[in-house]
């Protein structure tokens, strides 16, 4: 069984009004991987390197963002292999960052989709997500980042032209890992000082990933006590398959069967059906076994 926790946050011109709050509370969220938009090349951005590598996220891969202007930082406690962007510096290539994590066999893009108001294309920029959800569609994949872009079922004055990018990755089966884990709820990543909110950062899950969520959540705290103008978006993967097909049963006594009761508490009143759940197990098992004798 493998778990993975995913942290990304927007921290606003590169943290430097509050660099060390924006380190400690990192710490704090204790994820495996952190995907960091707004990040400067700059001496904020040195010493959130260097303090966060102290503390294990060791594997760094940085967007190099031009002087003065936004990329994206991705730090891991797994080592990463590095993509080149698809398009050029002059397209907002620093706002695009891919990393393959071994480990996982999953690879993640980070991304900070241009404002309208902006140099770079956002249309441009959402049309390159989209043909990069389709090419990772049968990988386990992940995109997440700042798309300064809400959705349309959520905020009925959200530009239609830029919310039906997400919806084409929705059709397309990836899963917005926010949305699955509140159903019905309204919540925002970013709050203005006009007491209007947008949620603008998401965790976007490929098929093969969706059913590996675990939770996800939104820490206000950061936003609240002026950190940064948005929100900590976090997500929790767990994989029950953990070697050639192999799926031990102890993970029925583990998160998040365990908050349920064991197996026998939950069939009591049906010992057949857990049976048939554990002569299914059984039977994967088997079959990855002989598969791998093969």
């Known amino acids: 069984m493998k778990k993975l926790k995913i942290v990304t946050w927007n921290i606003r011109q590169g943290g430097r009004k509050a660099i060390q709050q924006i380190v400690n509370s990192l710490i704090s969220h204790q994820a495996d991987l952190i995907v960091l938009t707004e990040y400067k090349n700059n001496d904020a951005g040195a010493f959130l390197v260097s303090e966060l590598r102290k503390e294990g996220w060791t594997y760094i891969q940085s967007s190099y963002p031009p002087k003065k202007e936004n990329g994206i930082l991705i730090l891991s406690a797994y080592p990463l292999k590095d993509y080149?962007?698809?398009?050029?510096?002059?397209?907002?290539?620093?706002?695009?960052?891919?990393?393959?994590?071994?480990?996982?066999?999953?690879?993640?893009?980070?991304?900070?989709?241009?404002?309208?108001?902006?140099?770079?294309?956002?249309?441009?920029?959402?049309?390159?997500?989209?043909?990069?959800?389709?090419?990772?569609?049968?990988?386990?994949?992940?995109?997440?980042?700042?798309?300064?872009?809400?959705?349309?079922?959520?905020?009925?004055?959200?530009?239609?032209?830029?919310?039906?990018?997400?919806?084409?990755?929705?059709?397309?089966?990836?899963?917005?890992?926010?949305?699955?884990?509140?159903?019905?709820?309204?919540?925002?990543?970013?709050?203005?000082t006009k007491n209007n909110g947008f949620r603008l950062d998401y965790i976007f899950l490929s098929p093969k990933l969706s059913g590996s969520l675990l939770t996800c959540y939104l820490s206000h705290r950061e936003r609240i006590e002026n950190f940064s103008d948005h929100s900590l978006l976090a997500a929790e993967l767990i994989?029950?398959?953990?070697?050639?097909?192999?799926?031990?049963?102890?993970?029925?006594?583990?998160?998040?069967?365990?908050?349920?009761?064991?197996?026998?508490?939950?069939?009591?009143?049906?010992?057949?059906?857990?049976?048939?759940?554990?002569?299914?197990?059984?039977?994967?098992?088997?079959?990855?076994?002989?598969?791998?004798?093969?």
């Open 84 to 192: 080149s962007p698809p398009f050029s510096k002059q397209q907002g290539s620093h706002r695009w960052n891919e990393v393959y994590i071994p480990s996982h066999n999953i690879y993640l893009l980070g991304v900070h989709v241009p404002n309208v108001n902006e140099t770079y294309d956002k249309a441009f920029f959402w049309q390159q997500i989209v043909q990069y959800a389709h090419h990772r569609t049968n990988d386990k994949a992940i995109i997440v980042g700042d798309f300064n872009t809400a959705r349309r079922d959520e905020k009925e004055n959200a530009p239609l032209k830029y919310s039906n990018f997400i919806m084409k990755l929705l059709e397309s089966g990836w899963t917005d890992a926010w949305k699955k884990s509140h159903a019905g709820v309204l919540d925002y990543t970013w709050y203005s």
């Open 239 to 294: 994989e029950y398959v953990v070697k050639n097909g192999y799926l031990e049963k102890k993970v029925l006594q583990q998160d998040p069967f365990q908050v349920l009761g064991s197996v026998t508490e939950i069939f009591r009143d049906n010992i057949d059906d857990a049976k048939k759940i554990i002569g299914a197990l059984d039977g994967i098992n088997w079959n990855s076994e002989y598969m791998g004798e093969a």
